[in-house]
């Protein structure tokens, strides 16, 4: 986030999986102890059904190949360590493994491009 800071078509929004643990004051202290940028970076939460059925329907955040594989999980959420990059058009772009420091390179190049491509 701090590479993109002040960049008004750059957002971070993070999806809790835990709404009964992560409520608005831990996701807010959460977001204090990580230097987070206010209107920039948005911490989403509410209903467990709703978050879920937003992430799966909306922003996935499993890579295609994953999703194959997942078979039906009910109501459960996978939790990962995905990023997904979505343009101004709500497409997504690309699915990166945020424990991978390549796929994170890669996703700050991809960031780049769509900020000066808009």
Do not use: C
């Amino acid at each position: 986030q701090e590479r993109f800071k002040g960049e008004k078509k750059f957002n971070i929004l993070s999806f809790t999986v835990d709404p009964v643990t992560d409520t608005p004051d831990q996701l807010l202290a959460y977001a204090k102890k990580h230097g987070y940028s206010p209107g920039q970076w948005h911490f989403i939460t509410g209903p467990k059904d709703s978050l879920y059925r937003l992430a799966r329907t909306s922003f996935f955040v499993l890579k295609p190949a994953e999703a194959q594989n997942l078979g039906d999980a009910g109501s459960d959420f996978i939790h990962t360590n995905n990023f997904v990059l979505v343009d101004q058009n709500r497409q997504i772009r690309g699915y990166y493994d945020g424990t991978n420091a390549s796929e994170v390179d890669q996703l700050m190049i991809d960031i780049d491009i769509l900020l000066k491509n808009r």
